[in-house]
């Protein structure tokens, strides 16, 4: 296996980089051709594969590409997600090279989407492939890689719904996140949930001369700021009435457990160029970034920003704003409560209206079960150590839906590296960690089929 694997490394790269090339914006609809091209190729790859019953399975959105192997109705199947989708790739002016036009340099491919989550979505196709021409695979595979995962699947949320039986199977496998280091190799254990809302604050209703009126009727831009930086408290928590009302507190040994996983502070600040950190009181950075719930602002914008200076009070200001959630809060009590109190603390002065965007549940996949220890028995059969369980401040929302609608856990095999800038310039992929994660998937197929005896 390990030999059809490096005979075929140049095409399996070569192959990667072809996908990358075409930009699968789901966000922009200036991109829906090369959306819709994106899942053909996932399509045709499938097939060549050796996959059965491939498909384009259309939504009210992009399509789900689905495909299946079927090899014997009494072992286990495995179902694998991955999206095609990608983030914008702006501002192309901080990219050493088009985010298109990916270039594989010090051992990493370069291009919008190489990590996520193009690159680790295609080393399930790889490794399936492996699998089919060695003749060594051990489960029932089904695929289903979906092309509005940066969107917030929506669609592919009824998908799942309206196809129970479809996707009958005894395991979601999925590789679109992270692990803490190409020598600490870690299994993601726990997800965010994410509430997501844009706000309009209307001060008069027209622009105005900053001169002839300022001072005398609110600006817009800043009540929106003073609403904002009434959000969070001195000890840097979140001002929102019963915010943290089902927060889940982790004990004082679950929180010894995960101060066990390699992090150094100093690294960390180097890297981001940080003069300090900055979170909560009481919690550490890794803690912050993952076990408590946050709110951010993504975007500011109103008034005048073009060259020069223009004297204006704007009519408007917007901002659109991300919460991160954890067990037990849900994205729909959050956002509710973000409604009640944002609109409750404007002034009389300026008009609220809160808009809520996508949103999805927190996760927490148990440690215990049979894929789990299947995984964690391949990643330590190609790294040499054992993964650490860690719980990973990202949000994949369709991973909640995966259990609360087809009652199956996640398995979340991801090998990236933060440092990969995922929806940032200059996303990468380390060639190191795409090969071993063609490697290290079918090993999970062996053992969960081994073990699920
Ligand atoms: N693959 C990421 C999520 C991720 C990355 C989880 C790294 C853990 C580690 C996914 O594509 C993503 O970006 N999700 C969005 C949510 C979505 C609704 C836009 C996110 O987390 O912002
Ligand atoms: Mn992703
Ligand atoms: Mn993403």
């Known amino acids: 296996m390990n030999n059809y694997i490096s005979e075929n490394k140049d095409r399996f790269l070569s192959e990667l980089l072809d996908m990358l090339r075409i930009p699968s914006v789901s966000a922009d609809p200036k991109f829906k051709e090369d959306v819709l091209r994106t899942a053909e190729f996932v399509k045709q790859r499938l097939i060549e594969a050796g996959a059965d019953n491939v498909e384009l399975c259309e939504t009210a959105g992009y399509p789900i590409v689905y495909g299946e192997k079927i090899i014997d109705p009494n072992l286990p199947t495995v179902i694998v997600y991955g999206h095609y989708d990608v983030q914008p790739a702006d501002p192309y002016e901080l990219w050493n090279s088009p985010p298109f036009e990916p270039v594989i340099k010090d051992g990493n491919i370069y291009a919008r989407g190489a990590c996520d989550d193009k690159g680790q979505m295609y080393m399930h196709v790889k490794a399936f492939e492996t699998m089919m021409r060695t003749n060594t695979l051990t489960c029932n595979v089904k695929f289903m890689i979906e092309g509005e995962e940066e969107v917030g699947s929506s669609n592919l949320g009824t998908f799942v719904k309206e196809n129970k039986e479809k996707l009958k199977g005894d395991v979601i496998l999925i590789s679109d996140t992270g692990m803490l280091g190409n020598d600490t190799p870690s299994i993601t254990a726990g997800l965010r949930g994410l509430s997501y809302v844009e706000v309009e604050v209307t001060g008069p209703n027209r622009d105005l001369h900053s001169g002839l009126y300022g001072g005398a009727v609110a600006n817009p831009i800043n009540i929106l700021c003073q609403m904002i930086a009434s959000l969070h408290d001195e000890n840097n928590r979140i001002t929102i009435p019963g915010f943290y009302d089902n927060v889940e507190e982790l004990s004082a040994e679950e929180r010894a457990e995960m101060a066990r996983a390699p992090f150094s502070l100093d690294k960390y600040k180097k890297a981001l160029d940080l ?24 975007g500011i914008w109103g008034g005048y920003t073009g060259e020069g200076a223009k004297t204006v009070i704007a009519s408007k200001a917007f901002a659109k704003i991300s919460m991160r959630l954890v067990p037990n809060q849900t994205s729909e009590e959050i956002t509710e409560k973000f409604q009640k109190h944002f609109e409750s603390i404007a002034p009389a002065s300026v008009k609220v209206l809160v808009k809520p965007h996508h949103g999805g549940e927190p996760v927490v996949t148990p440690t215990d079960s049979v894929a789990y220890k299947a995984a964690s028995k391949a990643y330590e059969e190609t790294f040499g150590v054992k993964p650490i369980p860690v719980r990973s401040g990202g949000s994949i929302p369709i991973v909640a839906m995966f259990k609360s609608e087809l009652g199956l856990d996640s398995v979340l095999m991801g090998f990236g590296l933060d440092s990969d800038a995922i929806h940032s310039p200059n996303e990468h992929f380390g060639v190191f960690n795409y090969m071993k994660g063609i490697e290290t998937i079918p090993m999970f197929y062996k053992h969960y089929a081994e073990m699920s005896k």
Do not use: K, Q
């Open 275 to 298: 003069g300090d950190v900055h979170g909560e009181a009481g919690y550490v950075t890794m803690e912050r970034n993952s076990i408590r719930p946050t709110l951010d602002v993504n």
